[in-house]
């Protein structure tokens, strides 16, 4: 019953309209939405993310993190993240072009798109400090290297020539069609040319009064074929919206290339959730990067943690690992596994490891599911054991990539 409640509000919460700014694509443009929302990194320095080594994600306006540990029977979630992209807030992204905004930016763009501001919260068991006690944890992130946004992929290359027909349409073309069928129309139309001919020999004969009534009934005829022309151009130009908009959801960034990322946190402990009592108990900085292929990626973190979370022990790591990840064609269902080495370097620290298997769903481009099962890096089988069992729903709301011109 428990997965049924929780897996009803996460489906309630992935119903929500995507993007709170979405429009819909203009006359002249399309745009291109991001797929790829990854959680905050407050979550990583909490040992809470579905993974340490977390592909370098598309910044979102907004970004919502919704954590469950499934391992010990599911409840509903107390470990929430919130980030924000300063960029993609602003204006600023509106005069970004697509060729530039779709090539491997220079280290100075890449951070300007990429920086982040984070939070997350959790709540920690009484069985591991005494008394009940919370956890705030404040991060930032930035990629210095973020690939180019792959152009050349088959089902890339389909959907974007669909838009530029289908573009084609709602402007020239269809204005054209309109004039060479009401042309064909007026010369097929009996009653039109019967009118005609009227007006005409009343012309000849010098009827004006005549004259004047032929010409009004022939403007009249001529009115309702041009309105009827023009309501079917509508129903047309609807159906075109219709699968535009479609089409453009389905044209999703994809980056392939070098990609490096850099991120910090640093998280505050609050006994008994008292505020005044609050104090910094962990922080730490790490740097993600890699090679991110079509279908394969290969992903290596390093990140040194500080931990001081029970007083007095002055906890000091180094992580090293690496992910290795298989995305499908479409980019949206993905399978990967991963392995880190938490050194001790500190005296009285031990050394940890985490093994883990994760799958991603991106319910579409802006809601993505993520499941991971493995082994934490808890190195004995404390109360709450080693096992690692988390469901991560993301949520990013806000700003579309930026449009490019298909006339």
């Keep these: 019953m428990k997965w049924c409640k929780i897996l009803s509000i996460w489906l309630l919460i992935a119903a929500w309209p995507s993007g ?4 819909s694509p203009s006359q002249a443009e399309t745009t291109v939405n991001a797929l790829g929302l990854s959680g905050v990194p407050g979550f990583v320095l909490l040992d809470n993310a579905p993974q340490v080594v977390e592909r370098p994600g598309s ?41 530039e905004y779709s090539r491997n930016a220079s280290w100075r763009e890449a951070f300007k798109r990429t920086f982040s501001l984070s939070l997350a919260t959790d709540l920690i068991d009484e069985s591991e400090l005494a008394g009940p006690s919370a956890i705030v944890g404040i991060g930032t992130r930035f990629s210095l290297f973020t690939g180019a946004v792959d152009t050349t992929e088959t089902a890339y290359v389909q959907t974007l020539s669909e838009i530029r027909k289908l573009l084609g349409e709602r402007s020239s073309t269809l204005a054209k069609d309109i004039a060479e069928r009401h042309a064909t129309l007026l010369s097929n139309d009996r009653e039109y040319q019967m009118l005609d001919s009227l007006r005409k020999a009343a012309a000849d004969n010098d009827n004006e009064d005549q004259e004047r009534r032929f010409n009004t009934l022939l403007a009249e005829r001529d009115r309702q074929m041009l309105q009827d022309l023009e309501q079917e151009r509508d129903a047309r130009l609807r159906q075109n919206e219709e699968r535009l908009r479609e089409h453009s959801e389905s044209l999703s ?44 990626s290969l ?108 006339h």
């Excluded at 943690?305 to 000091?316: K, N, S």
Aim: aromatic share 12%; hydrophobic share 40%; proline share 3%.
């Design 20 to 23: 709170l700014g979405a429009q």
């Design 59 to 99: 910044a979102s306006e907004l970004s919502i993190s919704i954590l469950s540990q499934t391992s010990g029977g599911l409840n509903f979630p107390d470990r929430y993240g919130l980030e924000i992209a300063p960029f993609w807030m602003g204006n600023a992204f509106q005069d970004l072009s697509f060729s």
């Design 253 to 296: 960034e994809r980056r392939v290339g070098p990609t490096l990322e850099l991120a910090g946190a640093a998280a505050s402990h609050f006994p008994e959730r008292d505020f005044d009592s609050g104090r910094v108990a962990r922080w730490g900085a790490w740097a993600t990067g890699g090679y991110t292929g079509r279908k394969v």
């Design 299 to 406: 992903l290596a973190v390093a990140r040194f943690l500080y931990d001081d979370l029970v007083i007095g022990t002055d906890a000091r790591s180094l992580d090293f690992g690496g992910r290795l990840i298989y995305d499908e064609s479409s980019g949206r269902f993905s399978i990967s596994g991963e392995a880190v080495y938490r050194a001790g370097i500190s005296e009285g620290t031990d050394n940890r490891y985490r093994l883990d298997v994760s799958i991603a769903y991106a319910l579409d481009a802006s809601k993505t599911i993520n499941f991971t099962f493995g082994r934490d890096f808890k190195g004995t089988t404390a109360s709450d054991g080693n096992l690692l069992a988390l469901l991560n729903l993301v949520l990013g709301f806000g700003s579309d990539r930026p449009g490019f011109p298909l």
